[in-house]
């Protein structure tokens, strides 16, 4: 798989379930994002994890790391309708930019 | 919340054509970047610019692409004879010292006809 893939690509599930989305890199990292991206919209920045990070927390959101397997995952809890959008992973690759995986198409029902 | 701001949010132009997208990061951010989507595919890296100066670009970004920050505020990119294949989405994107996080403004759609 390429830098920064993700799966699934697609997820729906009613509100109030939880959705995990994981992405998979290939190589060295500095840090790995997550970015949300509303349909048509620019990218929004959720949450960065440092590579000497497991786990990190902002509200609803879990995110952990594990970079022997060079996989990430995001959480997603007690989701709402608001949370339908494209999620994306991204890594720096010790690099001055961003790889971004292809995403994830998350459709929340109310 | 500090914001990126991109504009025209939407530009078509004819193929041939020079178009300047531009963009205003946020004002005490130090590194500065263009990133594409073609529609139903993957955010790509163009350029990042840093100290006046393009610090890395990517295979993306040929002889038709240049970037400028003439002001001290914004920060523009130019295609110089805009292709078809350049129809996209176009993202700014800015970041400070520490690049815990980057910025993104909403876009501009570039339709090339």
């Known amino acids: 798989s390429q830098q920064g893939e993700e799966d699934p690509q697609a997820l729906s599930i009613q509100e109030g379930e939880n959705a995990t989305m994981n992405c998979s890199y290939k190589?060295?990292?500095?840090?790995l994002q997550w970015y949300r991206q509303n349909s048509g919209r620019g990218l929004v920045h959720l949450i960065l994890?440092?590579?000497?990070?497991r786990e990190k927390h902002s509200g609803r959101l879990r995110v952990t790391l594990d970079t022997s397997k060079k996989s990430s995952s995001l959480l997603i809890t007690a989701s709402r309708a608001a949370d339908t959008a494209s999620y994306f992973c991204a890594t720096d690759e010790r690099t001055d930019k961003l790889i971004f995986g292809t995403g994830t198409r998350l459709q929340v029902f109310p | 919340e500090p914001e990126v701001t991109q504009t025209p949010s939407h530009q078509v132009t004819q193929m041939g054509q020079e178009v300047i997208l531009r963009c205003v990061p946020i004002?005490?951010?130090?590194?500065f970047y263009w990133y594409r989507q073609i529609l139903g595919q993957k955010v790509e890296f163009l350029v990042s610019f840093y100290n006046n100066e393009i610090s890395e670009k990517s295979e993306i970004f040929d002889d038709q692409f240049s970037v400028e920050r003439p002001d001290g505020s914004n920060f523009t990119l130019k295609i110089r004879s805009t292709k078809l294949e350049d129809s996209a989405m176009y993202f700014c994107?800015?970041?400070?010292?520490?690049?815990?996080?980057?910025?993104f403004g909403s876009g501009t759609r570039l339709t090339v006809v």
């Open positions: 994107a800015s970041t400070g010292q520490g690049k815990y996080g980057y910025t």
């Open positions: 994890i440092r590579s000497n990070e």
């Open positions: 004002s005490n951010h130090l590194y």
């Open positions: 190589t060295s990292i500095n840090n």
